[in-house]
């Protein structure tokens, strides 16, 4: 139940707020903040405001309440950016009631500057934090409503006073002196509950998310481990036509020979567009993709199969039934704030940063960010890709020593090549890659255009399984 405009006139009549000077604002969620003041009188005190929930309220917050819920936000919104840049230092010259209403008017002066901070606890979109000039124009606002005209720049429009109280409202029964103190503990006790419950929704989604990723991601790379584990056929193939490659012809289309290892005949299929020894060459090439992309999917397998396990352990431990409530939200907490500063730092990095087995896959979605990878990120003897003949991102794979690339993770990174470029609507597209070292500017080119050399082709559809494992992990690494 929220406060009614009898009980909020209490709550202010018990609050030390005219002569207090406004020393910080805290902004703990989109919801709620602190406002840390200090009186002469009173000495230091916070006042809690939570607006627009189930617990909309405002009291003075105990000292427990404020190392509990004081914290930065992960990245500052704009009504607390405004707050510390405008209103903090300000001294509260009047604090009142707006005509019976769950309307709170606080007139602030900041050395000759005045402002009007508009506490409006009301339910559902009424609900509102607003910062006016002297006359009523609105600067900033915690929560845009144009709708109601309600955004800077615009006139606020007060409700009209009421010309009698409403006796349906009344205050609560007194459980405590202090009626600040009632309504903390209440509230407290009700908003920990329905907190606790949210985070354990938040951190069970998660959790569902991250190993529905890590399953995604092993179901491929055992599909892949299954396809290439026969690799050396390849090769004894090729050891076999090299052996007998005085029988060779240009263009044939199968050959038949003795097979050493069997002592039997084996029927061995050939490219007929393909001079006869060149056949040779493709089956060895053949076998060092195979055998690239079996050993990249056997350490993926070990490493995502330790991943699954660890993650397991990790959320059975965090959603112990066991643990108490309190301690259950402050690891909660740090788990989803953990989140989002990872999210944090991967945004100061141009574009994506796509993990394939072992390699490395760093997208470029536009010319600019295909310009700084280009300039920043690469070296010479990682790989580049691209949609022929079609506008579109960047894609480049980190080279690893002594590692051939697999069929595997070429595919990783032509799908992603096409799906941020104009072929996206087509389904498929005709792609080249090289290595860095044999790109080169154009000149006078539009930003992070590069005329590539010693190109190989693939063309590919998309698939739209692949597609779904590799931006899934990159939204949830």
């Known amino acids: 139940m929220s406060l009614n405009w009898r009980e909020i006139a209490l709550i202010l009549e018990e609050l030390p707020l005219v002569g207090s000077s406004l020393q910080q604002t805290v902004q703990h969620d989109f919801h709620s903040m602190s406002w840390n003041f200090y009186h002469p009188q009173a000495g230091r005190w916070t006042l809690y405001t939570e607006l627009g929930t189930p617990f909309s309220r405002l009291h003075l917050a105990s000292e427990a309440l404020s190392v509990v819920q004081q914290g930065k936000t992960a990245k500052l919104q704009r009504f607390i950016q405004f707050l510390r840049a405008n209103v903090e230092g300000s001294k509260v010259l009047e604090a009142s009631q707006i005509s019976h209403d769950r309307l709170v008017r606080l007139k602030l002066d900041n050395h000759g500057t005045t402002f009007y901070v508009y506490l409006r606890f009301y339910s559902g979109p009424g609900a509102n934090i607003i910062i006016t000039d002297e006359q009523n124009i609105i600067l900033e606002l915690l929560y845009r409503r144009p709708g109601r005209g309600e955004q800077s720049g615009l006139p606020l429009i007060l409700p009209q006073p009421k010309a009698e109280e409403d006796d349906r409202f009344v205050i609560r029964s007194r459980t405590d002196s202090s009626f600040n103190r009632q309504i903390e503990q209440e509230y407290g006790n009700q908003s920990n509950e329905l907190t606790f419950q949210e985070l354990q929704r938040k951190v069970e989604s998660k959790r569902d998310r991250e190993l529905k990723t890590l399953r995604t991601t092993l179901a491929s790379q055992t599909h892949t481990l299954k396809a290439t584990e026969g690799y050396e056929r390849y090769k ?39 001079k006869g020894r060149e056949n040779i060459l493709l089956y060895y090439d053949k076998y060092q993709k195979a055998k690239g992309s079996y050993e990249n999917a056997l350490a993926e397998v070990e490493k995502v199969t330790a991943q699954l396990q660890a993650c397991e352990a990790h959320y059975n431990r965090l959603l112990d039934p066991l643990i108490d409530q309190q301690t259950a939200i402050r690891a909660m907490k740090r788990e989803l704030a953990g989140s989002s500063a990872k999210q944090q730092e991967k945004l100061q990095t141009p574009g994506l940063t796509i993990q394939s087995g072992q390699f490395t896959l760093l997208v470029g979605r536009n010319a600019k960010e295909n310009d700084e990878l280009l300039r920043r990120y690469v070296r010479g003897n990682d790989y580049w890709m691209h949609t022929r003949d079609v506008p579109g991102g960047y894609v480049f794979i980190k080279f690893i020593k002594n590692k051939t690339i697999p069929l595997d993770v070429l595919l990783d990174a032509a ?63």
């Open 415 to 477: 799908n992603l090549a096409i799906v941020f470029s104009k072929a996206k609507k087509e389904g498929k597209a005709d792609l080249y890659y090289t290595q860095v070292k044999h790109l080169r500017r154009a000149k006078g080119g539009k930003t992070g255009l590069v005329l590539p050399t010693q190109e190989k082709n693939l063309r590919v559809a998309l698939d739209e399984t692949r597609l779904a494992r590799l931006l899934l992990e990159d939204d949830n690494a």
């Open 236 to 274: 004894l193939t090729a050891d076999l036509l090299s052996a007998y490659q005085h029988l060779l012809e240009d263009n044939q289309s199968s050959i038949v020979l003795e097979d050493w290892e069997s002592g039997s005949k084996r029927v061995i299929e050939l490219d007929p567009k393909l």
